[in-house]
């Protein structure tokens, strides 16, 4: 028997699986490992692999070409899921055969359907449970979560701020950036509670800053979880049940910018929403401003009322001057009355008037004195 | 000026005054009296919206240290 070179042996192999695969597609659903991408050539290299009980019993190479990594790029937009290990993914791929590199699966398409739907069920399934298993905390009405803490009494200003963010990140930036500069010279007190806000151990490290927060509860208005700019991935931690139960029973209120216009997470749903960190610096402000105008308000009705009340007191004197003006002796004696005074008193009965008592009349320029004759009875005309 | 004073404290008291002028509760002589009350009331909320409270940051700061 004449042996063989190894090339015609793998041409045969090539061969075999050119005429069953070739210009074929499957779909196929499978856990992905070892995930490397390679942004600089844009070719992402993985395996699938499948499981029984733990032990990996089919494992496959998989590669996708330069032409087909925005299907990764797609998925962790629209998903905002990190495509990385351990996802399970249903794809299309093709079957190839390299003579060197051997056999390979090259994915051509990811089905965004299966991986949004599995993701919402997930999510769904931790919302129930939270409902379910958090009944003082948690209630699901007309579609809405409230919760303690979104429900809870906001503050009558927001003042002192925990904010908890990844350092450096555009999301710490563009917040801190907005409330600094507010154009009413405003002032804030920010304290910083830095962490890891994505990857596999965020929603623990968060919890833990919230834990911390709560020690010194009394010294916050508001807690602010800013995550933004940079990459649209990985929200998987906002969605952890221990972290969302933690924040619907959290004390104070908490205001969420984690920056994603078509993913609300269960985090979000818990506290308040306000999607960007800039947005949520615009309601602090806001909400300052509304309380400042209500100051307004109250300081323009209330000098108002002073002014009110000092226009009344003044009107008040003037007529009371006008009424004693005109009772006051000068202006009765210019209208032509006359004063009696007998010992310089004046008379007002002239029950001890008699003969020969000298009187005084006193006129508006001159006072003609005189001696009683006599005292006659006289029915008063002038009574009106 | 009372140092213990509140944003809703004031709000409140500033609100009590409010009602009083407007209802003509306040006599004239302790009209400058009330005057002098609102504008500190005012003016606290003003500065306190713009000034640091370095006690509350002081104290954040006390008991990370420890």
């Known amino acids: 028997m004449k042996p063989i070179k ?10 075999a699986i050119g005429n069953r695969f070739t210009g074929k597609t499957f779909w196929i659903t499978s856990e992905i490992t070892d995930v490397k991408k390679k942004e600089s050539v844009r070719r992402c290299y993985l395996k699938f692999i499948e499981k029984e009980n733990s032990y990996i019993n089919t494992e496959i190479r998989s590669v996708f070409w330069s032409n087909y990594y925005s299907e990764i790029e797609n998925f962790e937009k629209i998903t905002g899921q990190k495509f ?6 249903t794809c299309n791929v093709r079957v190839r055969f390299h003579p060197r590199y051997g056999l390979n699966l090259d994915v051509i398409q990811i089905d965004l359907a299966y991986a949004l739907g599995k ?23 007309d579609g809405q979560y409230i ?4 429900s809870s009494e906001l503050p009558i200003v927001f003042q002192k701020i925990a904010l908890i963010t990844a350092s450096n990140s555009d999301g710490q930036r563009d917040f801190k950036q907005e409330i600094e500069n507010n154009q009413h010279n405003y002032i804030f007190s920010i304290k910083e509670f830095l962490t890891q806000i994505q990857g596999d151990n965020a929603s623990k490290l968060i919890l833990q800053q919230l834990k911390l927060i709560e020690k010194d509860k009394e010294n916050f208005d508001a807690v602010v979880i800013i995550r933004g700019g940079g990459s649209q991935i990985d929200f998987k931690p906002f969605d952890d049940y221990d972290l969302s139960k933690y924040v619907a029973a959290f004390p104070i209120p908490i205001l969420t ?4 216009d078509r993913n609300t997470s269960i985090v979000d749903l818990m506290a308040r929403q306000l999607k960007t960190p800039t947005k949520v610096a615009t309601l602090i402000i806001d909400y300052n401003m509304s309380f400042e105008s209500e100051i307004e308000d109250l300081k323009e009705r209330f000098f108002q009322g002073v002014e009110d009340i000092i226009e009344t007191s003044k009107n008040n004197l003037e007529s009371i001057k006008r009424i004693i003006k005109s009772s006051s002796p000068a202006t009765i004696l210019k209208k032509g009355f006359a004063i009696i005074t007998s010992n310089n008193k004046i008379i007002t009965d002239p029950k001890n008037i008699k003969d020969n008592t000298q009187l005084k009349t006193i006129l508006k320029n001159k006072i003609i004195h005189s001696t009683v004759t006599k005292k006659t009875e006289y029915e008063n005309q002038f009574d009106i | 000026m009372k140092t213990n004073l509140t944003y809703s404290s004031v709000y409140t008291e500033l609100e009590k005054l409010v009602e009083q002028i407007e209802d003509n509760k306040i006599q004239l002589d302790t009209l400058a009296g009330k005057v002098k009350q609102a504008k500190e009331l005012i003016k606290f909320c003003e500065n306190k919206l713009r000034t640091i409270e370095t006690e509350v940051d002081e104290a954040i700061k006390d008991k990370s240290e420890n």
């Open chain 1, 119 to 141: 993701l919402e069920l997930e999510k769904q399934q931790t919302l129930e449970r939270l409902v379910k298993e958090n009944t003082t905390i948690i209630h699901l009405i």
């Open chain 1, 6 to 15: 190894l090339s015609e042996l793998v041409d045969q192999i090539s061969d």
């Open chain 1, 84 to 89: 990385s290990d351990g996802l399970k993914i």
């Open chain 1, 147 to 150: 919760t303690q803490n979104n």
């Open chain 1, 257 to 260: 910018g984690i920056g994603h």
